[in-house]
């Protein structure tokens, strides 16, 4: 959408929402498009065009006839858009509510569903909804980025186009094209599943995401109808849990102490025909359940693990290191970044630009006098990005109209008033993905005991589900993870020495470093990815701050003695897992279309799209012992290419972990 077409549609929109008896066409074409070289059947489709772009934005446009007359002729036929059937109803929150609502929020920190999320945010603050709110120490939890996938079909599923993808059958270990509707996306069991009907089976089907092996291609040009009534947490949660299994894996002497913790205890029998392990190695039993959740995590040990069974599980190990050995060893493409390349996320747009502006007006409506810089805060932009949008709002007006007939908005001094809102002065309803982001975020934090047993979050989802009508009932097609802590102790052990102020001791496992270590250290916050909890904490070991896994900490108590007052927080939240320091190495990796969110998941300082959708993406790491692991680990989604010792590591250390399984 062009910055004049971003225009054209807020002066179409005031048109529309400043009539009783609605505009004709001709009307319209003269006095908003200004349009006197177009033929009628080419305006004709610019303006369906045009109202197909402001439903998207939540606004219907009514069609009038004269009566007697059919629906057809331009020349009886007028448009409107009713003023209160577009808006979002009045929703009043408690301090209380309003912190459950903005911890629902942020559980989508980079996914799509996360700009929604912060859309339906503003909408709610922009009709005076929210209060002030003080966001509990303890609790922070968040839903881990899913992938390209993720986000393609989330878009799909709501515009209710079909999709393809290829996919690797568990059942039958062939990867093959899939065609199916996308009804709705769910977590169950630590993953991310997709229930569609198959259309070659014509039959309804589960898929995981982890299995897809391509990315995902929206058929654009087609629609389907979903089931009345669905709800993919109901199907989900009729999915039975896949049963133990054992691998059997040979690992070097010393090597992966935490994969050991994990074997069971006891000697291994081989089976017949299996040979023994090399000298210098163990060989374990690992329980499983999931083939390629072991794999992914098998693969990025790379050398110092041979996977000797089950077949099919040496199978997904060997696949993952192929597509990364063979997508390391690809012709580098040029690297370059233009001159203002964005940091990690989303460019953005004129119709980011037009979202913003249909939020700005009912907020300055309800904030009067706010300081120019305190507005530009709120919406996460710049003074001049501001100043961009408020020149073009004072421009805007009714049609033909007097200087006061276009909307009044003043920043003179810096404080920013409007005198004249035409009818924009009420925020407009949720759409689809900004009712699905509240909903489901505010249903996954029910795994919060301290969050559910408040009263608060009934009552606020209650609220949002009448003020998102229609649209939240379209909530049930996604259903997040479980965000409850899997180590609650710990997890108690911290927030209490957070309250009080009291300094922890705790034994650690690292398993960059493979190695367990004691720390004293001062707790400041905990916060989550799914149910993988975090501890921040000002380390005094390594003399500053550090992020912990609960699930690593092997024993954590106090120590009697008070928290440092000098250590404090990270300035951001969410917080970040890794923190970048000038002396950190500057990396430069590739990621293909399906890898791509990983430039969001490690915070890349500049990226750069390529021709086939993939991206170059700078990244800063203050260890890159680990990184030919990583590139492993996603199995041909992402390599390094400088520093090129660097990219020279990780082939080598991809080829040393096929060597193992050339015989």
């Known amino acids: 959408m062009s910055a004049s077409r971003a225009e054209r549609l807020l002066n179409l929109l ?87 609502l903005i911890l629902a929020a942020q559980l989508w920190e980079h996914a799509a569903l996360g700009s929604a999320a912060v859309n339906a945010v503003r909408k709610l603050q922009a009709s005076g909804g929210l209060v002030d709110a003080e966001l509990p120490a303890g609790v922070q939890p968040r839903i881990r980025p899913a992938g ?107 090597r992966l102490h935490g994969l050991r913790k994990r074997a069971l205890a006891g000697p291994v029998d081989p089976e017949p025909g299996t040979a023994l392990p090399a000298a210098g190695r163990d060989r374990l039993s690992v329980p499983y359940r999931d083939a390629e959740v072991l794999a992914e995590e098998l693969a990025s040990y790379g050398p110092r693990v041979l996977v000797v069974s089950p077949p099919g599980l040496v199978d997904s190990v060997r696949r993952r290191l192929a ?4 997508f390391a060893a690809a012709p580098v ?29 009912p907020f300055l409506v309800h904030h009067q006098g706010l300081h120019i810089s305190e507005v530009a805060a709120n919406f996460g932009i710049t003074r001049e990005e501001l100043e961009a949008d408020l020149r073009i709002l004072i421009c805007s007006g009714l049609p033909e109209g007097y200087p006061d007939d276009l909307l009044d908005i003043q920043w003179d001094d810096d404080h920013v008033t409007i005198t004249q809102d035409l009818d924009l002065n009420r925020p407009v309803r949720f759409t689809v993905e900004e009712a699905c982001a509240l909903l489901t975020g505010l249903e996954t934090l029910n795994g919060l005991p301290e969050l559910a047993e408040g009263g608060a979050l009934e009552s606020v989802t209650l609220k949002l589900m009448a003020a998102a009508g229609e649209e939240g009932l379209k909530a049930a097609a996604l259903s997040g993870p479980e965000v409850g ?26 398993p960059l470093r493979d190695t367990v270590s004691e720390r004293d250290i001062d707790p400041l916050r905990l916060y989550s990815l799914d149910n993988t909890w975090y501890l921040e904490a000002y380390c005094h070991s390594a003399h500053g701050l ?118």
Not at 50 to 58: A, S, V
Not at 333 to 361: C, N, W, Y
Not at 626 to 642: E, K, S, Y
């Open 14 to 100: 005031i048109a529309l929402l400043n009539t009783t008896y609605g505009l004709r066409r001709s009307e319209l074409r003269d006095k908003v498009y200004h349009d006197t070289t177009s033929t009628d059947v080419a305006f004709g489709r610019r303006f369906e065009r045009d109202k197909g772009e402001l439903r998207r934005f939540g606004f219907d446009v009514e069609t009038v006839t004269d009566l007697g007359w059919g629906s057809d002729d331009p020349a009886t036929t007028r448009y409107r858009i009713g003023k209160e059937s577009n808006r979002l109803p009045d929703v009043s929150l408690t301090p209380a509510e309003c912190t459950v």
């Open 148 to 254: 390209q996938a993720f986000e393609d079909l989330v878009a799909a599923m709501h515009a209710q186009h079909p999709v393809s993808f290829r996919y690797l059958a568990g059942s039958t270990g062939k990867e093959e094209e899939r065609f199916v509707e996308p009804w709705g996306l769910g977590s169950r069991f630590g993953q991310w599943y997709l229930v569609a009907r198959d259309r070659t089976r014509g039959e309804k089907r589960f898929f995981r995401l982890s299995r897809l092996t391509s990315a995902v291609t929206v058929l654009d040009k087609e629609r389907f109808t979903p089931p009345a009534d669905f709800n993919v947490r109901a199907e989900l949660a009729g999915l039975p849990e896949l049963p133990v299994r054992t691998a059997v894996v040979d690992v070097q002497a010393g």
């Open 323 to 326: 597509s990364a050995a063979g």
């Open 333 to 361: 493409p040029p690297i370059a970044f233009p001159p203002a390349a964005p940091r990690h996320g989303r460019k953005r747009t004129s119709e980011d630009q037009l979202t913003r502006m249909l939020q700005l007006v």
């Open 485 to 510: 802590p899997g180590n609650s102790a710990a997890l108690e052990t911290a927030r209490e020495a957070i309250r009080t102020g009291e300094q922890l001791r705790l034994r650690y496992f690292s």
């Open 546 to 663: 550090r992020n912990f896994r609960l699930d690593r900490i092997e024993a954590l108590e106090t120590t009697g003695r008070p928290a440092s007052e000098t250590a404090r927080p990270g300035g951001s939240f969410p917080v970040k897992l890794f923190t970048a320091n000038d002396d950190d190495t500057m990396v430069v990796v590739e990621l293909t279309r399906r890898g791509i969110g990983l430039a969001d998941e490690y915070y890349a300082e500049r990226t750069a799209e390529l021709p086939d959708g993939g991206l170059l993406a700078e990244i800063r790491f203050g260890s890159t012992d680990w990184l030919p692991m990583l590139v492993a680990q996603h199995g041909g989604t992402a390599r390094i290419l400088q520093p090129e010792e660097l990219a020279d590591a990780s082939r080598e250390w991809l080829a040393a972990a096929l060597a193992q399984y050339e015989d």
